[in-house]
């Protein structure tokens, strides 16, 4: 199958009509007709090569809604005609230790959509069955895209810190992960504390979700609430100061980190230790997880606030996203 796309050659090049042929599909493989696709901060890391690992020319995009047009003669568990979302993975051995146990996510040969493969700023992409997860009745198809990647980010840490409706929980950075923490934090049942240090966000913050809002630039806002809080998901991908954080804590507070941050984590040990606090991180999630996550946002009314560009004007919507004025999450259409 040719396949029409846009690559970018090189670190920060803008994208330029590409094709390339996919050859034969393999018997556990299918091959999925892009609807639409999410841009993710992600993408713009591979393109511009920020994590070490970009092989050139790359195709982006890893939040794709699509609908399968051909299978391989031992897909399971999906067919031709199928309507699938597939995000940041697209295989993963299946034999492993870590698949066998479910958690094919972390599978030490796990296949990534846009890691020396080609992704879903074009019209067809290809990827194992497991990773091509059916979508539910009754799903927007136009907003779940974010979902596949942004949303199954955040929502493996609830489940992974075992947050109770009980909990009060905090999330550190409203942008285009946080916005979607507050909405699942909110429905799961929790107090929900946002921390922000844009004063102007803050009506919409609270329409998202959260029950209250915490500037977090002011010392005596976050000591007014210190020892608080059950689980904080932090989004950011930059340096904080993880003291002041980890105070907000309540003993036995988890710490959770999804933000690719580059540095290390400056943690004080003895504010672990005097609080049995902890510190832990989590890329997405495995198949099952995604699929539980996308009946929850069903039953719930849960999608990321989107704007949409059409795939043509794929450099324009990167430039929206790279200037900071995304709200929240872009979705490409085909």
Same mark, same amino acid.
């Given at each position: +199958? ?19 042929? +996919? &050859?034969?599909? &393999? ?9 639409? #696709?999410?841009? #993710? ?23 794709? !809604? ?24 697209? /295989? ?9 146990? =479910? ?8 296949? *990534? ?7 879903? *700023?074009?019209?067809?992409? %290809? ?7 059916? $979508? ?13 990647? &942004? ?10 810190? &075992? ?9 550190? /950075? !409203?942008? =285009? ?17 946002? *921390? ?15 029950? %209250?809002?915490? @500037? ?5 806002? $976050? ?25 907000? $804590? ?16 400056? !943690?004080?040990? *003895? ?25 929850? #946002?069903?039953?719930? @009314? ?33």
């Amino acid at each position: +199958m040719k396949v029409t796309a846009f690559a970018a050659n090189g670190p920060h090049e803008k994208l330029k009509p590409f094709s390339y042929e +996919m &050859g034969d599909l &393999g018997s556990e493989q299918v091959d999925i007709r892009v609807i639409n #696709c999410g841009i #993710c901060h992600s993408d713009l890391s591979m393109m511009n090569n920020d994590w070490g690992m970009t092989a050139y020319p790359i195709v982006p995009g890893h939040e794709i !809604i699509g609908e399968v047009v051909a299978a391989g003669n031992a897909v399971k568990n999906v067919k031709v005609g199928d309507k699938v979302g597939l995000g940041w993975f697209s /295989g993963s051995c299946m034999s492993c230790h870590e698949c066998m146990d =479910g958690a094919h996510h972390l599978c030490p040969s796990a296949e *990534f959509t846009i890691g020396g493969r080609h992704g879903g *700023f074009a019209d067809y992409v %290809r990827s194992h069955w497991s990773w091509a997860i059916p $979508l539910p009745e009754g799903i927007d198809m136009d907003k779940a895209g974010p979902l596949l990647c &942004g949303g199954i980010t955040v929502f493996n840490p609830i489940i992974l810190a &075992g947050v109770k409706a009980t909990d009060k929980v905090g999330v550190i /950075g !409203i942008g =285009g992960l946080g916005h979607m923490a507050l909405k699942f934090l909110n429905k799961w049942g929790c107090e929900v504390i946002a *921390f922000s240090s844009n004063p102007d966000k803050k009506k919409s913050i609270l329409e998202m979700g959260a029950t %209250r809002v915490v @500037d977090s630039t002011n010392p005596e806002e $976050l000591a007014n609430i210190a020892g608080s809080l059950n689980f904080i998901l932090n989004t950011t991908n930059v340096t904080l100061d993880w003291n002041s954080y980890l105070t907000v $804590l309540a003993p036995k507070g988890k710490f959770h980190n999804v933000g690719a941050v580059l540095e290390p984590l400056a !943690i004080p040990a *003895f504010t672990l230790i005097t609080g049995e606090k902890s510190v832990a991180g989590s890329p997405l999630g495995s198949p099952a997880l995604t699929r539980t996550m996308l009946e929850f #946002c069903v039953r719930h @009314d849960i999608y990321p606030i989107t704007e949409e560009f059409p795939m043509a004007q794929v450099n324009e919507a990167l430039e929206h996203l790279e200037s900071g004025k995304a709200r929240f999450r872009i979705v490409l259409k085909n």
